[in-house]
């Protein structure tokens, strides 16, 4: 008997994570449809710098200060509540002339919360930035770049592009590696068309800040431009 019920159990387990074990899509099979974007392949010096899981009333506007110093433009990747909280922080990115990107309601993991829950924080998430930028380009980032071949139609179906980062521009400043780490990894790695992953929440973001000091105006003597990620995948059609 206790081991027909143990066999019960995991199998009541197994069903209860069908969705959550979801296979996640694959970048070889997904990449050519243009639906996923991790980096767009052009002989144009450009780079789109985005910045995650906020808005911060103390980093993002420290940010927004340096892009406008070197008259850079950015991708912002924001979380619904957090946009709910920080309205005119929103504000303050829109009016400097950014992107502002569907990073979903609350940054729950695809993989660990499966497709339902996924589905719902992407379309609160939708209504939120409708209230602010209704006109905005769609671009939906999952968090930890987790997403699944339905999640992926749902997204696209309200017109939506997935936009990951370029594998060799993950800098993981969220781990907090130094100033100067996350400076060198962007620049040694810039190559045109790459899509930077950065943070302006979910965190202390002091070192973000400061690596900008250093990254912007090296990489703008080498010529890069940065530009939206709006921008960016308009040089896709161009060869």
């Not at 920080?86 to 990073?103: E, L, S």
């Not at 002091?206 to 105006?217: D, W």
């Not at 080498?222 to 896709?236: A, D, H, I, N, T």
Request: charged share 20%; net charge positive.
């Amino acid at each position: 008997m206790k081991y027909l019920y143990l066999r019960i159990l995991l199998i009541s387990l197994l069903l209860m994570n069908v969705n959550v074990s979801a296979e996640m899509i694959k970048r070889r099979e997904v990449e050519p449809t243009g639906k996923v974007v991790w980096e767009v392949p052009t002989q144009n010096k450009v780079i789109a710098l985005t910045f995650d899981d906020g808005p911060s009333p103390i980093y993002t506007p420290q940010i927004l200060a340096l892009l406008r110093q070197y008259n850079a433009h950015a991708t912002f990747f924001t979380i619904g509540s957090r946009v709910n909280r920080y309205p005119h922080i929103t504000q303050q990115v829109i009016q400097a002339g950014h992107d502002i990107g569907n990073h979903t309601m609350t940054h729950p993991y695809e993989n660990r919360n499966g497709f339902d829950r996924l589905r719902t924080e992407f379309l609160n998430a939708h209504h939120v930035l409708q209230q602010y930028q209704p006109n905005q380009p769609k671009l939906f980032r999952p968090p930890g770049g987790y997403i699944d071949d339905a999640l992926l139609a749902e997204v696209n179906s309200y017109g939506y592009t997935v936009v990951l980062w370029s594998y060799h521009q993950d800098t993981r400043d969220w781990s907090s590696p130094g100033v100067q780490v996350i400076a060198n990894h962007i620049i040694s790695h810039a190559r045109n068309g790459d899509i930077v992953l950065l943070h302006d929440g979910g965190g202390n973001r002091t070192q973000t800040v400061e690596a900008l000091k250093i990254i912007l105006p090296i990489l703008q003597k080498q010529g890069y431009e940065f530009v939206r990620v709006s921008e960016l995948l308009r040089y896709r059609s161009v060869h």
